[in-house]
């Protein structure tokens, strides 16, 4: 439990200055978020009117205590809560398809039952969707605001931009278009989406009129200030609640087929045999459970085959993959299994997140959301190395930043992965061999243990951090 | 144009609505609200219709909102 003392140590986070509502806060590093008191009304309503605990008991909404200390609340403050933590914070460009279809169904089904209650979502921003045991909840208790008979809905545009204009992208056009969202921070704009859109989704009503014709009704009325007053008090309750099923509809005939595919089925073309793959598990399972870390980094996971030695053994596990159909079958795949412990993640090394948004402080890096107790990179080196030409000791530099404890393994070039990697082309990586690999990592890591792995020429390592 | 009514107008300013809706897009929520009002209607004369020939109607999918979880 926090300790009395004065509220000034406090951080008030990067991310959290739009809301006038209140903001979040770190104090000895416990999360915190203020309530203003030109909230309270609306912060009362969402408690009492028992939306608060339909929502957090259906798993929509991260639950929250109320925190007595008088230090926390100060002067401005109406309450200041202390939420439940998410284990791992991840953006919607690194969500898969139907990851990202689920946070936008998440966010309408919130938005339905808070219509039920008589309030309505203020904000439908992607980035307030976070997954938690393996399903999407709003990690903003803020969000909510006192129904107000005949108002449109305030985040329409909002989550038109967010959620429909890239999930509709990425059913009908390409699903590497979800990297837009890295470039506009307040989702995809209307008109950009309407452009690229193929021009078959005009005959789909959804598409028609929450994307091009809204599209077009931005530009047209881009100034229409009276106008837009006029239309206030012009929906009704049922007028709003068929706008938001109808919004509902439309996200759940998006779809992508996930076939065609790099990686997809890599474990069944893989020269693995048996043997090996199971000698493989059984090492990693036996060094986890001896460094029984806390949240584990998978870089390079294809599909989550190895991840799940740790997330079985319920330690959290980011299980990241560069290749879109990967991701979306781990995805599929943690869903079906209703596993909590695993967070498929579209991350791409060579190029991973960047700080994002306002003074880049806004969305963190995907290594400042680190580190990992334990980082796996399996059969990952021999792709950053020689198709990538990353030098080994960069690659160790970088893993060395991502968290303390590494289990990796080294691929040689005599391994026939690597011969396929250097047929097209010069073997220009004299460097690429097993005592430069151990000498490049050994100044950054001690070396734990060593084991070749059976019936193959590669190497696993557990390397433990310098640091 | 679409069932305006200012009489709610004024004192419907919320200052915790910190997002800007939008001109265009509150006008095309009213027009995709009218149509979609159409569409019900249209939908509930019609399994009347359907009703006096003894033809049920499909069950409502979204029952689903109220989902498992509870």
Redesign the interface.
Same mark, same amino acid.
């Given at each position: 439990m926090p300790k009395t003392k004065k509220p000034s140590s406090s951080i008030k986070l990067g991310a959290s200055f739009?809301?006038?509502?209140g903001f979040l806060f770190t104090d000895e590093g416990i999360l915190y978020r203020k309530v203003n008191h030109?909230?309270a009304e609306?912060y009362d309503c969402l408690m009492e009117s028992g939306l608060y605990a339909k929502l957090v008991?259906? #798993?929509l909404l991260i639950s929250h205590q109320e925190v007595k200390q008088a230090w926390a609340k100060g002067d401005t403050a109406y309450k200041v809560l202390r939420p439940e933590l998410v284990p791992f914070i991840s953006y919607p460009y690194e969500w898969a398809f139907s990851q990202y279809k689920d946070a936008a169904l998440a966010t309408l089904?919130i938005q339905?039952?808070a219509l039920k209650e008589g309030m309505s979502l203020? $904000?439908a921003s992607a980035y307030n969707i976070q997954f938690v045991d393996g399903r999407p909840a709003l990690i903003d208790t803020l969000s909510f %605001?006192i129904y107000? %008979? #005949?108002?449109?809905?305030?985040?329409?545009?909002?989550f038109?931009q967010h959620f429909l204009a890239p999930l509709a992208l990425m059913a009908f056009k390409d699903v590497r278009l979800s990297q837009l969202m890295r470039i506009y921070i307040d989702g995809i704009p209307l008109d950009l989406a309407s452009q690229i859109l193929p021009g078959s989704t005009r005959l789909k009503f959804g598409l028609l009129?929450?994307i091009h014709?809204?599209a /077009?009704?931005?530009?047209?009325?881009? $100034?229409? %200030?009276e106008?837009?007053? #006029?239309?206030? /008090? /012009?929906?009704s309750k049922?007028?709003?609640t068929?706008?938001i %099923?109808?919004l509902?509809a439309t996200v759940r005939k998006l779809d992508w087929d996930a076939g065609g595919t790099e990686w997809g089925n890599y474990y069944d073309i893989t020269n693995y045999s048996d043997v090996a793959f199971v000698h493989k598990k059984e090492v990693i399972a036996g060094w986890v459970e001896r460094v029984k870390p806390g949240l584990v980094l998978d870089l390079g996971a294809n599909n989550g085959e190895f991840s799940r030695i740790a997330s079985d053994r319920e330690i959290y596990t980011v299980s990241s993959d560069f290749d879109p159909t990967a991701v979306e079958q781990n995805y599929r795949r943690m869903r079906k299994g209703k596993e909590k412990h695993l967070l498929p993640l579209l991350v791409d090394l060579i190029n991973p997140s960047p700080a994002l948004g306002w003074a880049n402080r806004e969305r963190d890096s995907f290594g400042q959301r680190g580190p990992a107790d334990m980082v796996f990179a399996l059969a990952l080196i021999h792709h950053l190395a020689i198709s990538n030409n990353v030098p080994l000791s960069l690659l160790a530099e970088y893993f060395a930043s991502l968290g303390q404890w590494l289990i990796i393994e080294f691929v040689p070039k005599s391994d026939s992965q690597v011969q396929k990697l250097l047929k097209s082309r010069e073997d220009v990586f004299n460097e690429y061999t097993r005592e430069s690999f151990e000498q490049a990592f050994e100044a950054y890591y001690v070396i734990n243990e060593v084991i070749l792995i059976e019936e193959t020429k590669r190497t696993l390592y557990l390397l433990q951090n310098r640091e | 144009m679409?069932?305006?009514?200012? +009489?709610?107008?004024s004192g !419907?300013g919320?200052? *915790? +609505?910190?997002? &800007?809706?939008?001109?265009?897009?509150? *006008?095309?929520?009213?027009?995709? +609200?009218? !149509? !979609?009002?159409v569409g019900?209607a249209l939908r509930a004369s019609w399994s009347k219709i359907k009703g006096l020939f003894g033809i049920k109607s499909e069950t409502d999918e &979204?029952a689903e &909102?109220e989902?498992a979880?509870?």
């Amino acid at each position: 439990m926090p300790k009395t003392k004065k509220p000034s140590s406090s951080i008030k986070l990067g991310a959290s200055f739009r809301d006038p509502s209140g903001f979040l806060f770190t104090d000895e590093g416990i999360l915190y978020r203020k309530v203003n008191h030109n909230y309270a009304e609306n912060y009362d309503c969402l408690m009492e009117s028992g939306l608060y605990a339909k929502l957090v008991k259906a #798993g929509l909404l991260i639950s929250h205590q109320e925190v007595k200390q008088a230090w926390a609340k100060g002067d401005t403050a109406y309450k200041v809560l202390r939420p439940e933590l998410v284990p791992f914070i991840s953006y919607p460009y690194e969500w898969a398809f139907s990851q990202y279809k689920d946070a936008a169904l998440a966010t309408l089904s919130i938005q339905k039952r808070a219509l039920k209650e008589g309030m309505s979502l203020k $904000d439908a921003s992607a980035y307030n969707i976070q997954f938690v045991d393996g399903r999407p909840a709003l990690i903003d208790t803020l969000s909510f %605001e006192i129904y107000q %008979e #005949g108002q449109p809905w305030v985040a329409y545009k909002q989550f038109c931009q967010h959620f429909l204009a890239p999930l509709a992208l990425m059913a009908f056009k390409d699903v590497r278009l979800s990297q837009l969202m890295r470039i506009y921070i307040d989702g995809i704009p209307l008109d950009l989406a309407s452009q690229i859109l193929p021009g078959s989704t005009r005959l789909k009503f959804g598409l028609l009129t929450h994307i091009h014709v809204h599209a /077009g009704a931005q530009k047209r009325y881009a $100034d229409a %200030e009276e106008e837009r007053a #006029g239309m206030r /008090g /012009g929906m009704s309750k049922q007028a709003l609640t068929n706008l938001i %099923e109808n919004l509902q509809a439309t996200v759940r005939k998006l779809d992508w087929d996930a076939g065609g595919t790099e990686w997809g089925n890599y474990y069944d073309i893989t020269n693995y045999s048996d043997v090996a793959f199971v000698h493989k598990k059984e090492v990693i399972a036996g060094w986890v459970e001896r460094v029984k870390p806390g949240l584990v980094l998978d870089l390079g996971a294809n599909n989550g085959e190895f991840s799940r030695i740790a997330s079985d053994r319920e330690i959290y596990t980011v299980s990241s993959d560069f290749d879109p159909t990967a991701v979306e079958q781990n995805y599929r795949r943690m869903r079906k299994g209703k596993e909590k412990h695993l967070l498929p993640l579209l991350v791409d090394l060579i190029n991973p997140s960047p700080a994002l948004g306002w003074a880049n402080r806004e969305r963190d890096s995907f290594g400042q959301r680190g580190p990992a107790d334990m980082v796996f990179a399996l059969a990952l080196i021999h792709h950053l190395a020689i198709s990538n030409n990353v030098p080994l000791s960069l690659l160790a530099e970088y893993f060395a930043s991502l968290g303390q404890w590494l289990i990796i393994e080294f691929v040689p070039k005599s391994d026939s992965q690597v011969q396929k990697l250097l047929k097209s082309r010069e073997d220009v990586f004299n460097e690429y061999t097993r005592e430069s690999f151990e000498q490049a990592f050994e100044a950054y890591y001690v070396i734990n243990e060593v084991i070749l792995i059976e019936e193959t020429k590669r190497t696993l390592y557990l390397l433990q951090n310098r640091e | 144009m679409f069932f305006l009514s200012n +009489a709610l107008l004024s004192g !419907l300013g919320n200052e *915790l +609505a910190y997002l &800007d809706p939008g001109s265009g897009s509150f *006008l095309i929520q009213l027009l995709i +609200a009218a !149509l !979609l009002g159409v569409g019900v209607a249209l939908r509930a004369s019609w399994s009347k219709i359907k009703g006096l020939f003894g033809i049920k109607s499909e069950t409502d999918e &979204d029952a689903e &909102d109220e989902e498992a979880i509870e």
